[in-house]
């Protein structure tokens, strides 16, 4: 009984010297944030309790703290501080700092996926990697995936023409749409997806954003031992797997076209030929090479980063966007003008859209920064306090190549408009509706 006692005791002494130390630790942090506002938080748990329900209802209570709370507010996920800033100057100056580099470790939870690719990656490790891949999307570049644009978006509007002017769930067309030009225009793969009744790669990588989402607030799914014992866990690790067998079919080809060609590039220049610009994919593997090896994990995590941040973003702001021109028939019909006065009444199939009619576009170009400011489809990045990219440009010529061919082709219809503060929104890492879009098209001519 003495014993039992005195272990009781020890347990006793040693949790309140932890909870002491941990207490003291974050004396200095406690005062700095004295003053900032926030919702009430308890002992221990702090605000953890608000992230009980279900993804899309934590999602909704960030969104609103937006509403309740200035930038620069604060909240506590058990000892973990979160700070908010929704404001251009205070994210300015973080981003600007040496903590803008620095991502926070709820980025580790998409790791399995994307490893220590550019997205997830950090510090100067990160400035390295983004410094080798960012030509690919250079101008060169740009110009030479103009015809990709154009040939699946193609594709999209033949997929649109079959739906005879039945209400549609947008997401299952445009999905499949970007998935094809992100593989072709980076990856240098055929995907296909659009020719599929079903796109497994956009439901697994659904399956993906919204487990990652999920991890980052149930702090007791964080230990990988409990979470992969989970059903979600289990679900996302055969989500994954079902990607990797097409990633490693990307890796195995590089690979084949590299041992089998190894001095491409010099003897091109020799001959004095011109070079097609380097793709996303040539340059993940000048990463991945050293010492006359390639990592097969490094090019993994690269073609895997570009698989999730170049195809979902542009899907859902294209969806967002062509919500926006149903909604609004009068602002479609001004960038049908503008479209009508490049190309008339041709057909995009027929009078393909080139690299320079993008710049004339100026009226679209507004509406779909305005799309992009009302539904940001990135809305959250974290960063971890210690001390945007090329793609966007890729992103607004890409959609604006699809908007433009769209408009051109079809009147976009919605059959009960809602105001833009009505849509509910949810965030699973990307900004999604709550209720899928649902839009018709009929054709123009
Ligand atoms: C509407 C479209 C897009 C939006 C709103 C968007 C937004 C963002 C944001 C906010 C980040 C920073 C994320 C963070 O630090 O946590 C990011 C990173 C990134 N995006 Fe996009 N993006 C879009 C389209 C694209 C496209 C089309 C590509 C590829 C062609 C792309 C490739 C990337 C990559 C590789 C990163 C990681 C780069 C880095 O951290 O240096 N994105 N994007």
Redo the contacts with the bound molecule.
């Keep these: 009984m003495a014993i039992a006692t005195l272990i009781l005791f020890t347990a006793i002494l040693i949790g309140f010297l932890y909870l002491l130390q941990h207490y003291l630790s974050k004396l200095h942090l406690y005062n700095t944030i004295k003053d900032l506002p926030g919702p009430k938080a308890l002992p221990l748990v702090g605000n953890a309790l608000m992230f009980t329900g279900e993804v899309a209802e934590i999602c909704s209570k960030i969104i609103t703290m937006a509403d309740v709370y200035p930038s620069l507010s604060r909240l506590w996920l058990g000892s973990r501080l979160l700070i908010f800033i929704y404001d251009p100057e205070n994210m300015k100056a973080v981003l600007n700092s040496p903590s803008g580099i620095y991502?926070s470790e709820d980025?580790n939870y998409m790791k399995p996926f994307i490893g220590e690719g550019?997205?997830s990656c950090a510090g100067s490790k990160?400035r390295a990697q983004?410094k080798t891949?960012s030509p690919a999307?250079n101008l060169n570049s740009m110009k030479s995936f103009m015809d990709s644009f154009v040939r699946h978006t193609n594709i999209f509007i033949q997929r649109l023409e079959t739906t005879n002017g039945k209400e549609i769930e947008i997401s299952k067309y445009i999905g499949p749409c970007a998935l094809d030009i992100?593989y072709d225009t980076?990856l240098e793969t055929e995907l296909n997806a659009q020719a599929e009744q079903e796109c497994k790669i956009c439901d697994s990588m659904k399956n993906m954003l919204e487990s990652f989402t999920r991890r980052i607030f149930k702090v007791w799914l964080h230990p990988n031992i409990i979470y992969y014992n989970t059903t979600a866990g289990k679900k996302e690790q055969k989500c994954l797997d079902y990607i990797n067998i097409l990633t490693n079919k990307i890796i195995k080809k590089k690979k084949m076209e590299m041992e089998a060609n190894p001095v491409q590039e010099s003897v091109q220049e020799n001959e004095g030929e011109k070079k097609s610009p380097k793709t996303y994919l040539d340059l993940a593997m000048e990463l991945a090479k050293s010492g006359g090896k390639v990592s097969e994990t490094v090019l993994r995590d690269e073609i895997n980063?570009?698989t999730i941040?170049?195809s979902d973003?542009?899907a859902?702001?294209v969806s967002f966007l062509l919500l926006m021109l149903a909604n609004h028939p009068e602002i479609q019909n001004k960038a049908y003008q503008e479209l009508h006065e490049i190309y008339g009444t041709s057909d995009p199939e027929d009078v393909h859209m080139q690299y320079d009619d993008l710049q004339r576009m100026e009226y679209l170009d507004r509406v779909i920064k305005e799309t992009?400011r009302l539904f940001?489809?990135?809305p959250m990045?974290?960063r971890k306090v210690i001390e945007?990219?090329k793609?966007?440009k890729?992103?607004i010529a890409?959609?604006k190549a699809i908007a433009a061919t769209v408009i051109r082709k079809f009147i976009i219809m919605v059959d009960k408009p809602l105001p833009v503060e009505e849509i509910d929104l949810k965030i699973y890492v990307a900004l999604k509706p709550v209720k899928p879009i649902m839009l018709r098209f009929k054709k123009r001519h």
Excluded: N, Q, S
């Design positions: 991502k980025y550019v997205f990160w983004r891949l999307f992100i980076t980063t570009m941040a170049g973003t542009t859902g702001t992009m940001p489809v990135a990045i974290i945007d990219i793609g966007m890729y992103a890409e959609m």
